[in-house]
């Protein structure tokens, strides 16, 4: 990925170039966002910057890209520029550490650079319920690979994606983190702050990158991924400044959620168990980024009919997506439609984390029954 294809991140960009130039740049830097802001992009980017080696005699914002040493980082293969992330183990007894997956990751960063956790473990596992970890022995070769001396740049970087997982191996690093040998660079790419090692985070500068703008996502869906304007502009709202979600969702563009909501909403209220049981069983079947995809989408047209309640119907997206708010207008109101939401939300965070679909969306049920027909909200603690 070069310089100029991080995604709306610019002025985080200039604000890296310009603590290089006034020699204000901390030996460890915390980048912190939320999944699909890019932050693992710009991280990429700003080892390119300090690598270049027009940057290195001239000076200037930007790298020129057409340098060896440019051309090398933006391939993954600069030997000052090193990578940690989690890794899976194959065999029993195996002690896995990230140069075992070099190959992957460069793939992987090449064609997903706005990639998840569940994308790279997709990627690189040879068994299901595989779970990504940055191990104790990565920690150890990180340690030998920093103490080694830099072999082209002045610059030794070390880019740590999703550091949480490291857990308390990450101990074995603090020594590393407060005191590194000299021009060598650690940038901690995170999506969790709370599940960092405090110690960590207080020898960190944190630097936190912002989710993108609608307008942004629009733009790139129209421009890298050739999405057609008018889907760009209907989607990219929903993805919350995630362009990880924008993609999936124009991948999945053809799914009509919105049918699939009706069903399920007309198995709560009019048909019944029986209903309710085939329902659930349909949308098990579609998998987990589907089933993201599907209670997203019905949180978005909660919000929707919450807007149209609220400031009327020049904020809705579609005719079609105005009348499916004002029919649930009709069968629920502000509290319980807030409710549902919530309730939503909680059913995302857990598939995220592998819960069980089938449980999840028949308890999702009949807490969706009793929200709507007997007006109770679930407390979520």
Known sequence: MQYHQVIGQESLQAQLS??????????????????????????????????????????????????????????LIHPDIHFSYPTVTKKTGEKPIATDFIAEW???IQLNPYGNLFDWIEMIKSKENSQGKITSEECNDIIRKLSLKS???????????????MGNEGNKLLKL???????????????????????IV????????????????????????????????????????????ALQLVQHAEEDWQLLVRDWLNAILKTGPVAQTKWV??????????????VRYFIHLLEQALHLRIRGSEHLISEKERDF???????????????????LDQAHYQIERNANAKILFHALTIRLYHIIQDKVVFSLT
């Open 18 to 75: 310009e603590l290089v130039q006034q020699n204000r740049l901390s030996h460890a830097l915390l980048l912190l966002s939320k999944e699909g802001s890019g932050a693992l992009p710009l991280a990429i980017s700003f080892a390119q910057y300090l690598v270049c080696e027009t940057v290195a005699s001239k000076g200037g914002n930007t790298p020129c890209g057409t340098c060896p040493a440019c051309h090398k980082a933006t391939q």
């Open 325 to 343: 708010a004002e029919r649930l207008n009709k069968i629920a109101g502000i509290e319980q439609q807030e409710a549902m939401v919530g309730e």
């Open 151 to 165: 072999f082209e740049s002045p610059w030794k970087i070390l880019i740590m994606w999703l550091p949480e997982l």
């Open 106 to 108: 460069r793939s992987f």
């Open 177 to 199: 983190i407060e005191e590194p040998p000299v021009n060598t660079l650690l940038m901690l790419v995170s999506e969790n702050e709370s599940q960092l090692l405090p110690t």
């Open 202 to 245: 207080s020898r960190c500068q944190l630097i936190k990158v912002p989710a993108l703008q609608t307008a942004t996502i629009e733009k790139a869906l129209i421009e890298r991924n050739n999405t057609p304007a008018a889907l760009a502009a209907q989607l990219a709202p929903l993805s919350e400044g995630n362009y990880r979600e």
């Open 281 to 294: 069983e349909e949308i098990s079947s579609l998998g987990r980024e589907k089933q993201k995809q599907f």
